[in-house]
């Protein structure tokens, strides 16, 4: 069996709960690759700068392939570094280069960030469910069996639009609780931006910090002590403030302290980590190259990474792994929408220390719809149930997709 085609299609449809509140327009990048079997696996990327264009690159690479060959595939295009321009014809459909991407002096794979990451994850995932569907197992079973049959899931809430209204916090908390979540998160550079006196100097003023305090207060009193709630801090932060808003914090008994610190400065996670009463997490944007210096050198507590941004479903297994065996628990970022969630939760089933996956576009219902599993509800009770369908277990809502087409789109 070969691969003989991969295409991307661009969903586009409202988000009704843009992080800190508010309404807006997302896109969902989903992902196919097909074979001279007639088989199809199905993927999904976030449709960040460059993402296309990788895929297109990444393309002319695997056409001919075998497409169960998939670590392989994936560590040419991650820890290869893909040859900078076609000269092997072994696999080339010259056709795949169209004009946009340019012929380049340098491999970009050489350095696996970025949009060829983004790219090589979708692929990955759908060849994962094409591998499925060829063997007739779930995924699952792939990487090793599940651990578990319900995947808990942590719902993003980032924060309200009326922030200064507890009301709309505790309201906000309740309905995730009442929705049969048990994990649920907010971002406090969210929590309250309008004290925010200078962008520039990630600090965290003393009205800011008492109303972080306060409005994460209120959700820790209306949703109890068995409600595991985290904090994020999308890498906003000064280490003398991070060290701050963790201590001050330390009473509401916060599960994790997420992303400290810029960006990906391991000395600096290790300074906060050393002096949070909270454990840190890190790594939603991170690759196990990236993670392994954090990973050896203690830098956090918990790892945190995307299946669409760190190489796929097999990647995030190796982090897994390798975290494992440093005695770390693992816990899944989720920018994904119904797709990669759910590829996710294949991830999750199969790894010893999962903690829990997240999603955030509970308020946007298309997006949990644009793929279906023979009508199982993508949660029930704040958790993803895997079927023991072939491959992901998910088909394509026709439907959905055809109502959220982004101009100029074409379905599958
Ligand atoms: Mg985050």
Redo the contacts with the bound molecule.
């Keep these: 069996m070969k691969i003989t085609d991969i295409r991307s299609m661009l969903l586009r449809g409202p988000r009704l709960h843009l992080p800190g509140g508010g309404k807006g327009v997302i896109n969902k990048l989903l992902v196919r690759v097909d074979t001279d079997a007639g088989i199809y696996g199905l993927g999904e990327a976030d449709f960040y700068m460059g993402v296309r264009e990788a895929l297109g690159y990444i393309k002319a690479f695997l056409l001919g392939r075998n497409p169960l060959d998939i670590c392989p595939m994936v560590s040419e295009v991650l820890y290869g570094t893909l040859a900078p321009h076609p000269q092997d014809s072994r696999a080339l459909d010259r056709e795949a280069f169209t004009p946009f991407i340019p012929i380049l002096d340098s491999s970009p794979t050489a350095v696996p960030v970025g949009p060829i990451v983004w790219a090589i994850s979708g692929v990955e995932m759908a060849l994962c469910d094409l591998a499925g569907k060829i063997l007739r197992t779930p995924v699952y079973y792939l990487l090793g069996g599940k651990y578990r049959d319900h995947v808990q899931v942590y719902l993003d809430r980032s924060a309200p639009q009326d922030k200064e209204n507890l009301d709309a916090w505790k309201r906000m908390a309740a309905e995730a609780a009442e929705a049969g979540f048990t994990h649920i998160k907010f971002d406090i550079d969210y929590t309250a931006p309008e004290y925010t006196r200078d962008v520039w100097n990630r600090s965290i003023p003393p009205g800011q910090m008492r109303r972080i305090v306060e409005r994460l207060a209120a959700v820790r009193q209306t949703v109890g002590w068995d409600m595991a709630l985290c904090a ?1 801090c ?1 890498r906003h932060y000064n280490v003398a403030d991070a060290i701050r808003v963790a201590q001050e914090l330390a009473p509401l008994k916060l599960s994790w302290l ?2 400290p610190t810029p960006t990906a400065n391991i000395d600096s996670c290790i300074a906060v980590r050393e002096k949070s009463p909270i454990p840190i997490c890190v790594g ?1 944007m991170f690759t196990a190259d990236i993670f392994q210096g954090f990973i050896d050198r203690q830098a956090c507590d918990i790892v945190h990474p995307d299946v669409i941004f760190c190489g796929g479903l097999h990647e995030a297994r190796l982090i897994a792994d390798y975290a494992e065996l440093h005695h770390m628990p693992m816990a899944m ?1 989720g920018n994904g929408g119904s797709l990669a969630t759910i590829a996710a939760a294949h991830v999750a089933a199969a790894s010893r220390t999962f903690l829990g996956l997240e999603y955030h576009f509970i308020e946007s219902q298309w997006i949990s719809e644009y793929v279906t599993r023979a009508g199982a509800p993508l949660f029930k009770n704040g958790t993803i149930e895997l079927t023991d369908a072939p491959g992901l277990g998910v088909e394509l809502n026709t439907e959905v997709c055809r109502q959220y087409l982004a101009p100029g789109e074409s379905l599958f």
Excluded: S
Aim: aromatic share 0%; charged share 65%; net charge negative.
């Design positions: 994020d999308h997420e992303d939603e970022h």
